[in-house]
């Protein structure tokens, strides 16, 4: 089989350590993280861990199972690229100077869809969203006036499907062995159950 | 850091609370959860809890061990013989590194323990403090689930989770860092609520009727159906179910190395143990059955060798209550997941009585083989030297296959689960995924508190012993009763072995001295005897097993005997040596 690009997105509870006991999972195997995100999810006081890894399906299949084996960890699944919509984000910081006398810098915002956030006498900062490819499309763009500094994001995704995550959710429960989270009686009564 | 605390719907108003310390609210939370005796050793950051023990002398037992190694490989031993929790009490620093390997046998091998570590006080924690180390990120890939406390509010609820994770769907160690400071905080303590849900854990996955199903179908058109069983049927107390779905069958059966008194060693259908050192017919034969049948096993690369030669001619059912092992290894034709305690009975239900007698004359055939060709020269040695199968074979005779053996690590751990007889489940404790050795003595003493009526005899090699011969001073201090078997050949057996054969005989570092283990013991105050002729063999073990208390049976055997059959390490399970 291939390697190819996945994306693995976890839905956890808030807790601490739990950012390393996932880490580990791919540390333990000498597997590169290519890029982690976490953030809040749809449901409140749910965690999405968003991962992107350059393994085999049956490998990425694999650290899924492990990964939803970790007891603060609600479900684990993973997506091609073709299944899913993504973005990075990138912050590029130039000098003011170079950028007003040598760029036509209405072409090129236009160009990658960029805005400047920050502009001063000294620099100015571009902001863009995009794939890999248009974010090192205008890094590559600004090189030769001299970039500053350059940070990129890590990937978050969403699924393309329209019915969103409990519906993914249900068709991998099809060959899944656990309940269907949606149909966890407690989910969404955190708060008669849970106290934070 | 948030948690989770279940507040039940009770009528609030009605609860009784009362004021304790941290220390004490975790003595009530072991008292509620029928904690019974506790292996641990104090120091500087749990001294507040050791405190709070004094007064809680009368209601649990404790037992000082001494080396927090011993504490929790004994905890093992008692859960693994009585199913219970096992519980560990360690301080900060040293303390809690020292359990480092035993969390990582008993994640492993699935075992369920509760570890409770001190840790400095909050205000201190990454100040690099006296005896403060990051013992949540040093024990994270060996447990199951582990917390730290900084506020003794936190105590009854992450407690209660604590022994519900380690207990339930595939056991497994958890431990809990306290930091000092709760430990001493007072706090308004309600009723206990033990924990029976949360929410992101889900102990045992959904079964799948088709599943079943489909698995029944394949055993009912199988020709040469073959079940290989590990220590599933015994975490999820599914003996009854696992003898009834064999019997029903009528296929053979063989045991991973911690599935093994399983089922009665003598039992018709069993055939033996699987694996490097297990017996000629299941290993050979899993390369020739038609349909697999793995009952709570894992597929162990000792279990499987070479595993693009493994049962490929097989269709593979695999029933697990964990679902990261299906397809971990070996790829399942059908998966049935669930806690066999379930899906066994319903199997049972689906399938037709067979007896399936010219396949399981195979078994016997190449048993007849493995017994011509390497038990008997085992029994029968031609020279006055002892082997180690004549020693267990002996005490067969004596035990009736009603003692529980706790092996150590090496060649007498492998020709222990080749040749002890069971007639019981829970008996044969040893070190199976991570190999530890030095686990056989304070393991015994575990299984001694945890089945305080049966017979417990730890069986050990000179070099394994050595790791942890400083338990014979809990033992001597406990005043428990657990026979100690040293099977000496001089030799770090195992390793000396693979030197002779796959190293052309390079005795790299293998060649240990041993003290006189009888003075040794004696120093303890343990009686025993040192064994080297044959005729002094039996009155020996008997001596042993008739003595009031401990008792130390050093017996010399062959330097250089080899354990066989073996499968070479690279080879298929159907390569298996006879000698």
Partial sequence: ?196 | MQTLEVKKEITKSKQKTRKLSGSAALLEVFLAEKVETIFGYPGGAIMPIYDALYDYQQKMNHVLVRHEQGAIHAAQGYARVSGKTGIVFATSGPGATNLVTGLADAMIDSTPLVCITGQVYAHLLGTDAFQETDVINITTPVTKWNYQITDATEIPSVLAKAFYIAASGRPGPVLIDITKNAQIQEFEYEEYQPSEHIRSYRPKPIIRKKFVEEAARLINEAKKPFVIFGQGVILGAAETEFKNFIEKSGIPAAWTILGMSAIPTDHPLAVGMLGMHGNYGPNVLTNECDVLIAVGMRFDDRVTGRLDKYAKQAKVIHLDIDPAEIDKNVKSTVPVWGDCKETLPMLTQLIEKKTHEAWHQKFKDFQKQEDEKCIYPEMHPADDILSMGEVIDALNEFTKGDAILVTDVGQHQMVTCRYAKYNQSKSNITSGGLGTMGFALPAAIGAKFGAPKREVIAIAGDGGFQMTLQELGTIMQTELNVKIIILNNQFLGMVRQWQELFNDRRYSFVDIQSPDFVELAKAYRIDGQKVIYRADLKNALKEMLENDGAYLLEIMVGKENNVFPMVPQGCSVSEIRLS
Wanted: charged share 30%; hydrophobic share 40%; proline share 2%.
């Fill in chain 1, 1 to 196: 089989m291939l390697k190819q690009e996945f994306t693995i997105t976890v839905y956890t509870e808030n807790q601490i350590g739990l950012l390393n006991r996932i880490a580990i999972i791919f540390s333990r195997r000498k597997i590169n993280i290519d890029s982690m995100n976490t953030s809040p999810s749809e449901i409140e006081g749910i965690h999405r861990f968003t991962i992107v890894i350059n393994e085999t399906e049956e490998v990425v299949k694999k650290l899924c199972r492990q990964i939803e084996k970790q007891v603060e960890v609600l479900k684990a699944y993973y997506n091609r690229n073709d299944e899913i919509v993504w973005q990075e984000l990138a912050l590029y910081k130039v000098s003011t100077d170079q950028i007003v006398e040598k760029v036509k810098v209405e072409r090129l915002l236009r160009k990658y869809g960029a805005r400047a956030v920050v502009i001063r006498k000294d620099y100015t900062v571009f902001e863009t969203t995009g794939h890999r490819e248009e974010t090192d499309g205008l890094l590559e763009a600004l090189e030769p006036y001299g970039v500053i500094e350059f940070v990129r994001s890590a990937r978050v995704a969403i699924i393309n499907a329209s019915s969103g995550f409990h519906e993914k959710l249900k068709e991998f429960e099809q060959t899944e062995p656990g309940e269907l989270v949606i149909e966890n009686e407690f989910l969404d009564k955190q708060d008669e159950v849970f106290s934070m």
